[in-house]
């Protein structure tokens, strides 16, 4: 499918889940490409894959303000999570521009018409989301306003673990175009759920950030994968904000969200042969969960998850340390 670019003066973020999100009137560009719906992490690789039937799907390129069309910019490819783009996240993208990247926003959701995964996460897999930040970095990888070995990936909750993934090698190894690999990783409160049971990973920067009390996506395998990933060599680091929970950055002040899965009970992992999800738990250690069958998948899930527990909202205390955080780190990417 050929792959075209349309200059968009103005680009409203659609679906976002809070009110009064500003119209930014900077310049972008919509790119559209190809990608697919992906049900089953065994189907991001080989046969499985090729099976798949691509769809068109876009993000949105956003500019420094003094942009310069003669130089390459470094770029962060962003993803949001399974509520689509909100204000908080609309801030960040901000704060990249102000630093000088090229930030370019993903939009899953808004490609296929979905406005959230809550309660569901079938109908935008997080195998979706991780094929399509790798198709990302394809399409900017030859790019000649993007320095390539200076794209970065960052996602917030589901669009975090589309990050973590692309900084496993042998996804890399699958999907990427030939020499092609993110510089790094930067990830908001990540669902760390179903990670592979081998310690194959980037060695570049990784940094999380995230809540100490977060019951959606619980932080403890996020901290075991980290120490993990740097006993391979890797260079991760995780930001633990005490008293704070999911989304502890945003505008909505902490409350309880009926319809989400808290993952605190779920073990899941990934096979690194058969590239499988499975419970070590369970007698499925060889054959893995069917993942790539609906109802299979939401059978697995309502084996361990649990609804109506997961707090959400706004920390008083650390509400913008994370953003405090992020421009420490932004100068040392460039």
Request: net charge negative.
């Amino acid at each position: 499918m050929r792959i075209f670019l349309t200059l968009i003066l103005t680009f409203l973020l659609a679906s976002c889940a809070e009110t009064n999100v500003p119209e930014a009137t900077y310049p972008k560009e919509k790119i559209s490409f190809p990608s697919k719906n992906i049900l089953g992490f065994e189907n991001l690789f080989n046969e499985g894959l090729n099976a798949q039937e691509d769809l068109e799907v876009f993000g949105v390129l956003h500019f420094p303000d003094d942009y310069n069309a003669a130089q390459s910019y470094p770029a962060i490819v962003a993803s949001h999570g399974s509520s689509n783009w909100r204000e908080h996240h609309l801030k960040y993208i901000e704060q990249m521009r102000q630093a000088d990247f090229i930030v370019f926003a993903m939009h899953p959701f808004d490609s296929r018409g979905v406005n959230s995964t809550v309660g569901n996460q079938i109908n935008v897999t997080s195998e979706t989301m991780i094929y399509e930040m790798a198709m990302s970095l394809n399409l900017l990888w030859d790019d000649p306003r993007i320095d390539a070995t200076k794209i970065y990936a960052a996602g917030w909750s589901l669009g975090g673990t589309a990050a973590i993934f692309n900084a496993w090698m042998p996804l890399q190894r699958a999907l990427n175009t030939p020499d092609a690999s993110y510089a790094g990783y930067l990830m908001w409160y990540p669902g760390c759920l179903a990670l592979p049971d081998n310690n194959d990973w980037d060695s570049d920067v990784f940094q999380i950030y995230m809540g100490e009390e977060d019951n959606y996506t619980p932080p403890e395998p996020c901290i075991q994968m980290v120490s993990e990933i740097n006993e391979g060599g890797g260079d991760a680091t995780i930001t633990l904000y005490p008293r704070s929970f999911h989304s502890f950055d945003g505008p909505i002040p902490l409350h309880l969200m009926p319809d989400a899965y808290s993952w605190n009970n779920c073990k899941f992992r990934l096979n690194a042969v058969t590239k499988k999800v499975y419970d070590p738990a369970s007698a499925d250690l060889k054959t893995g969960l069917e993942f790539s069958d609906p109802q299979a998948r939401l059978d697995a899930y309502r084996s361990c998850a649990v609804k109506g527990e997961v707090m959400a909202g706004f920390s008083p205390e650390y509400k913008n340390a994370a953003f405090q955080d992020l421009e420490k780190l932004l100068p040392s990417l460039r």
